[in-house]
């Protein structure tokens, strides 16, 4: 009984304070000190997106969402152009097929959210675009 209550009490020597700070000030690494392949949130440059659409086919959880609307100027419109990052494995499968190269994926890997429909990232030009 004595060694449960020097414990409870934080008396034994050898217990030590097993809580960490999140991130660790120390041992965290920021955005400059991770590899170049490192694979994070995914960005889409509308002026540079086509609306060619290979990026949701190629994509293995479907986490894209793509609408065209009708052209203008000779340029292809895109109405709607979601992710959820919910469903994303982020695996660059869609950065990687992009011929225009819109995609990009950015390094900042965490994605603190209230609500998991905060996650759903919506990059189209269209403010009506609810499911």
């Given at each position: ?66 609408v065209n609307g009708p052209e203008k100027d000779d ?33 900042r890997f965490l994605l603190p959210v209230e609500k ?16």
């Amino acid at each position: 009984m004595k060694t449960i209550f020097d414990f409870f009490f934080n008396r034994d020597s050898l217990r030590k304070v097993e809580t960490e700070l999140y991130p660790d000030p120390v041992s965290s690494r920021g955005e400059q000190d991770l590899p170049a392949r490192t694979r994070g949130e995914i960005k889409n440059d509308l002026t540079l997106c086509t609306g060619c659409g290979d990026c949701v086919t190629h994509c293995p959880t479907s986490c894209i969402e793509l609408v065209n609307g009708p052209e203008k100027d000779d340029r292809p419109n895109v109405e709607v152009f979601n992710i959820d990052f919910s469903n994303c494995i982020f695996c660059g499968e869609c950065v990687s097929v992009c011929e225009p190269q819109s995609l990009t994926q950015k390094k900042r890997f965490l994605l603190p959210v209230e609500k998991p429909a905060d996650l759903k990232i919506r990059f189209g030009r269209r403010d009506d675009a609810d499911d």
